[in-house]
């Protein structure tokens, strides 16, 4: 079965500090993944996605995503984090048919 | 960034009434998604269109819920008589082609109360 796991439910970060959010995933073959970013009251914008090629993308807003298949992991990067990061950030996976599947998401709190 | 607008961006209503959510897709997008996020959880899939038909849903699109797109540009999720689980923002999302990433609106916060 298709599932994303975000193990880290909360995140709180220096501002210019570095950032690593996690991400595994369970999928039956070789997946689409994605990240989404979700600021309070808005809805998820695409921030990078690994389809095939190169295991290290590089998205919006200075971030990067490294697939790792022996992990099955698509970790998110960014070397130093603005105040403006703060927000929910989702994995997802797929599609699988017609849907892609979610991660719980990993809220992110900057602090001065 | 092409964009996927939602209306109403706040609904709320009373219990067993009906509700319609709507979706103005990007126009040249086929693929149309709807997805649910109760407070605090997951994103959750409820059901694709293709084609002017349901091509997948999940366990949660129960009779309650309805999918049409009846002028060729918008694209409503109806809710027949509302319960207080069905509480969530609601977002609309369409992929470019199938296998692609998909564009999320805005959503819509429905609140029953």
């Known amino acids: 079965a298709q599932s994303v796991t975000q193990p880290d439910i909360h995140i709180t970060v220096s501002e210019g500090a570095s950032l690593e959010l996690r991400c595994n995933y369970s999928y039956g073959a070789t997946p689409y993944l994605f990240w989404y970013v979700q600021s309070p009251g808005q809805g998820l914008q695409l921030l990078l996605k690994?389809?095939?090629?190169?295991?290290l993308v590089q998205g919006i807003k200075g971030f990067e995503a490294e697939f790792k298949r022996s992990q099955s992991s698509f970790n998110l990067r960014k070397p130093s984090v603005h105040w403006s990061d703060a927000a929910e950030y989702f994995c997802?996976?797929?599609?699988?048919?017609?849907?892609?599947?979610f991660g719980t998401g990993t809220s992110l709190t900057v602090i001065p | 960034e092409p964009e996927v607008t939602q209306t109403p961006s706040h609904q709320v209503t009373q219990m067993g009434q009906e509700v319609i959510l709507r979706c103005v897709p990007i126009s040249n997008h086929l693929y149309f998604y709807w997805y649910r996020q109760i407070l605090g959880q997951k994103v959750e899939f409820l059901v694709s269109?293709?084609?002017?038909?349901?091509?997948?849903k999940s366990e949660i699109f129960d009779d309650q819920f309805s999918v049409e797109r009846p002028d060729g540009s918008n694209f409503t999720l109806k809710i027949r008589s509302t319960k207080l689980e069905d509480s969530a923002m609601y977002f609309c999302a369409t992929p470019r082609e199938r296998n692609t990433e998909a564009f999320f609106g805005q959503g819509t916060r429905l609140t029953v109360v």
């Open positions: 997802a996976v797929g599609p699988t048919g017609n849907q892609f599947y």
């Open positions: 269109f293709y084609n002017n038909e349901i091509s997948e």
């Open positions: 690994y389809f095939s090629g190169d295991t």
